[in-house]
């Protein structure tokens, strides 16, 4: 062996073993605990082999099928609107003009924010006493002030506001490195040919941001099922678990029920979900790149 690949050996171990430490071994281990039944809270009854039976269990739990239903609604809101609005952000920056650089560091202050002072901040506008969104709609007159973060279906709402207010800069970042990745040669032929700037978006411009598009499709779908930060400060899954997405409902399981069994069962369930999809994603991006490549 090469001293070069001694080296680079020598960088690389160190980072698989930390990748095993920190992520492999905890996946496998609430695999294992899966098969448990274990409450902290009642240690006398000891730790028994119950199999499959959490996944059972979760398949027939009302409250656990509900996060499963508020999760993918959330999923099924949240991302496309956060893709379009992250595209249009994208097609401005990637045009020419005065200020571009520091418009493009304001646009991506959301998501430099952490998530638990965004969820904060976002706690205090839609606060039913003194929030800018009540200030807004109604004036000093605050007997007709809403409680969003009360109301079932306000609630999900405003959390999903919150998400796409986030992370809509980090799906533009991706998206603006597609379009920077696009020839000007190809605009500059379409327009000698007289094309119009709609028939150069949509044969030029979305056809080669597709690896992009599945790319940040990707990510924020991933990043959308293991949601826990804005749901823990601005609800607490509530009210009536309305917002009680699937990793919150695990989490409340685990710590707040102490069931340790049944939670693992959720955490495993919610890497599936992650899992699948990701595979699904990675699929459709290596056929949009041969698509790419032979056209």
Not at 23 to 52: A, D
Not at 181 to 191: G, K, N, V
Not at 238 to 243: E, F, I, K, Q
Request: aromatic share 14%; hydrophobic share 55%.
């Amino acid at each position: 062996m090469r001293s070069s690949q001694r080296l680079a050996l020598s960088f690389l171990v160190p980072s698989f073993f930390f990748v095993a430490l920190f992520c492999l071994f905890p996946i496998v281990e609430s695999f294992r605990l899966s098969f448990y039944r274990m409450i902290l809270t009642l240690p006398w009854l000891g730790r028994q082999m119950v199999g499959w039976e959490n996944y059972g269990d979760l398949l027939t739990d009302p409250v656990a099928l509900a996060s499963i239903r508020t999760t993918l609604i959330f999923i099924g809101v949240t991302i496309p609107l956060e893709l379009l609005l992250g595209l249009g952000i994208a097609l401005v920056l990637n045009e020419a003009f005065r200020g571009r650089g520091l418009l493009r560091a304001v646009v991506l202050v959301p998501w430099a924010v952490p998530t638990v002072v965004a969820s904060q901040m976002w706690r205090f506008i839609f606060n039913d006493r003194y929030g800018l969104v009540n200030f807004m709609l109604f004036g000093a007159d605050t007997s007709r002030y809403l409680a969003p973060l009360a109301d079932p279906y306000l609630a999900l709402a405003a959390i999903m506001i919150a998400e796409i207010w986030k992370t809509t800069p980090f799906a533009a970042l991706i998206l603006l490195a597609g379009l920077q990745s696009i020839s000007e040669d190809l605009y500059e032929a379409a327009s000698v040919d007289g094309a119009t700037p709609w028939q150069k978006f949509r044969h030029i411009t979305l056809p080669l941001l597709k690896p992009a598009l599945l790319l940040a499709l990707l990510f924020r779908t991933i990043d959308s099922l293991r949601v826990f930060d804005l749901v823990y400060v601005m609800t607490q899954g509530g009210p009536a678990d309305a917002t009680n997405v699937l990793q919150f409902y695990g989490y409340k399981k685990t710590f707040g029920e102490g069931m340790i069994g049944y939670g693992s069962a959720i955490a495993v369930t919610v890497f599936f979900m992650s899992l699948v999809l990701a595979l699904a994603y990675l699929r459709a991006f290596k056929a949009s790149r041969l698509q790419g490549q032979t056209s």
